[in-house]
């Protein structure tokens, strides 16, 4: 198992910046893929970026050129960096873990971002 502590969120004005961080409880790089999602009230969770054990990255078309996934090996620990933020950005965070030959998900409590404008 994998266990997920995210923080880093906050208010911000539109044009901000924020970074997320998100602690893990086993050794990053033997997790297949760490990622960010994020789910505003009404609507569905959505993949906001991710970044796999051998270090390729994506991102939604949404954020691309204005956030940033890092990782840190030594602390564990996965990054999202948030540049250019919008009102639209507003959001629960969650960090995603994909792990094990069966890909078991696991899960933060998430992280509250709101962008005001």
């Known amino acids: 198992q994998v266990q997920l502590v995210e923080s880093g969120g906050g208010l911000v004005q539109a044009g901000g910046s924020l970074r997320l961080s998100c602690a893990a409880s086993?050794?990053?790089?033997?997790?297949?893929?760490l990622g960010w999602y994020r789910q505003a009230p009404g609507k569905q969770r959505e993949l906001v970026a991710s970044?796999?054990?051998?270090?390729?990255?994506g991102y939604a078309d949404a954020v691309k050129g204005r956030f940033t996934i890092s990782r840190d090996g030594a602390k564990n620990t996965v990054y999202l960096q948030m540049t250019s933020l919008k009102p639209e950005d507003t959001a629960v965070y969650y960090c995603?873990?994909?792990?094990?030959?069966?890909?078991?998900?696991?899960w933060g409590q998430g992280t509250q971002v709101t962008v005001s404008s």
């Open positions: 970044i796999t054990s051998g270090g390729i990255t």
């Open positions: 086993r050794n990053i790089f033997s997790i297949n893929t």
């Open positions: 995603n873990a994909q792990y094990g030959l069966l890909r078991t998900n696991g």
